[in-house]
T-cell receptor, first 113, second 109 residues
Framework: DAGVIQSPRHEVTEMGQEVTLRCKPI?????LFWYRQTMMRGLELLIYFNNNVPIDDSGMPEDRFSAKMPNASFSTLKIQPSEPRDSAVYFCASSARGNTEAFFGQGTRLTVV | EDQVTQSPEALRLQEGESSSLNCSYTVSGLRGLFWYRQDPGKGPEFLFT???AGEEKEKERLKATLTKKESFLHITAPKPEDSATYLC??????????FGTGTSLTVIP
């Protein structure tokens, strides 16, 4: 398996634009997590899914953020409209056993100017 | 308030010089404590999960231990390839996850 695949690896966008981050989890994993990492706040869990259903989205910072998982092999994290303070590295992770042994993707570095 | 604090923020060791990283936590009902390793430009890599006080887990030169207030990641005879940032996280009874800001470890040959 190629591991968790995220795209794009880097995204630069202007304030106010819509941004969509994509994730393909490891086949067979039924948990999917979206994280955000910044120097100031470290790693934060935004939302996680189990069997494509959102379980806990209490980490989603604002209504500008939304996440979907239409099937077991694909998830998106959307920011609309984007703001400079959204600049961070966004990680997707998947697991077959909750947060135990979660495998992370390479991340998407988002810069909002 | 639930929180996780890691110390030190940065640690420089000579190759072969054993040491420990600390993760102290306050959380309502611990469901699990997790250790990850993160290399620059990469996602975290899972190392261990600990569930109850007194539990220990080992992997190569690393050993993680857990008490009711803190966890230690012991590194025995480290090598330069152990250089990375080590992250600690806890899962509360509410299912909320809290991460520490990490310890940046540098092992000098």
């Amino acid at each position: 398996d190629a591991g968790v695949i995220q795209s794009p690896r880097h995204e630069v966008t202007e304030m106010g634009q819509e941004v969509t981050l994509r994730c393909k989890p490891i086949s067979g994993h039924d948990y999917l997590f979206w994280y955000r990492q910044t120097m100031m706040r470290g790693l934060e869990l935004l939302i996680y899914f189990n069997n494509n259903v959102p379980i806990d989205d209490s980490g989603m910072p604002e209504d500008r953020f939304s996440a979907k998982m239409p099937n077991a092999s694909f998830s998106t994290l959307k920011i609309q409209p984007s703001e400079p303070r959204d600049s961070a590295v966004y990680f997707c992770a998947s697991s077959a056993r909750g947060n135990t042994e979660a495998f992370f993707g390479q991340g998407t570095r988002l810069t909002v100017v | 308030e639930d929180q996780v604090t890691q110390s030190p923020e940065a640690l420089r060791l000579q190759e072969g010089e054993s040491s420990s990283l600390n993760c102290s936590y306050t959380v309502s009902g611990l469901r699990g404590l997790f250790w990850y390793r993160q290399d620059p430009g990469k996602g975290p890599e899972f190392l261990f999960t600990l569930y109850s006080a007194g539990e220990e887990k080992e992997k190569e030169r690393l050993k993680a231990t857990l008490t009711k207030k803190e966890s230690f990641l012991h590194i025995t005879a480290p090598k330069p390839e152990d250089s990375a940032t080590y992250l600690c996280a806890v899962q509360a009874a509410s299912n909320q996850f809290y991460f520490g800001t990490g310890t940046s470890l540098t092992v000098i040959p």
